[in-house]
């Protein structure tokens, strides 16, 4: 007889998954630092080699795919060299490219990170950070709606990194769609448009981006100072499910007439990137299949802190995952 894990696993792998948001690529230069610049109080870093990672909305499709379902992403990004980087690594991680839509108006995003062992050095940034142009908000949003039409997602998640990929219209416009067609939609949002993701099914703050979202003070410390925060969450957007990041101070749920508060498991923290990313693919994917808030608090919480083992973004590990899940009884 299969476990509970087992069965999550089972249906994820049976699930697709639209991904909308910022992709981006997470190049990497590694090194090591053995002395400062004689030209400025900075470290040399001699580097050794060179890697690069499919980030942002597309590392929510690697968590997926992971995972065992299958993603699809819709983005915009540029017509530049980035943009074939970025497309060559969506084809070599078996990813489905063809939500991505080309533009002469837009950069492709790509953050460069330095790192010494295990110690980030420095990151360098290039990407555009202004709305859609309303063309491509169109050419976008068509692109969708054939997605939905043609492959029936099981839940569509919206990945904001505030690039502007995610404007209002469009995000508006996709939960319209979500909702004619009977699809959940599970919302890991930015500052930007914070507020636009009204009707959204599940929606997944931290604690900074709740904080400068609600223009209010929250102290992970005080249940009360958490529930009136995520009242006022819910009064404004009219989300079904709030689920509250907090780092070391776990992660709180509420939805459906019940609350709930599940603590970090004790873990060798190394990195934080890419963390939220896996946390709201487990929460989506436990969404699609109707589980409930205490359940999808749970998974979430595991999978976004066992990421925080490994150096630099990358995807749950389905069998390590399953373990944790079995060792830790969750879902029994």
Known sequence: MSSPIDRFLDKAGGTTVLVVGDVMVDAYLWGRVDRISPEAPVPVVQVTHRS???????????NVRALGGRAITASVIGEDENAALLTRLFTEQDLVP???????????????????????????DEEQEDDLA???????????????????????????????????KVIEGII???????????????????????????????????????????DPKDPSSIKRAVKLLEERSGNALSMLTMSEHGVYIHGRGEEHRVPAHPRRVVDVSGAGDTVITVAALALAQGLSPFAIAQLANLAGGLVCEEVGVVPIDRNTFRAECERLGLLA
């Open 52 to 62: 690069a990672r499919l980030g942002g909305a597309a590392n929510v499709a690697l």
């Open 98 to 124: 063809d939500g991505l839509v080309r533009s002469p108006l837009r950069r492709t995003t790509v953050k460069t990170r330095v790192i010494s062992g295990y110690q980030h050095v420095v990151r360098v």
């Open 134 to 168: 309303p063309s491509d908000e169109d050419l976008l949003m068509e692109r969708i709606a054939l997605i939905i039409r043609n492959d029936k997602p099981g839940v569509i998640v919206l990945e904001d990194y505030n690039k502007g990929v995610l404007t209002a």
């Open 176 to 218: 319209a769609l979500a909702k004619k067609a009977g699809i959940p939609v599970a919302v890991d949002p930015k500052k930007k448009n914070f507020l636009s993701y009204r009707g959204a099914d599940l929606f997944k703050p931290n604690l900074k981006e709740l904080r400068e979202g609600l223009k209010t003070d929250v």
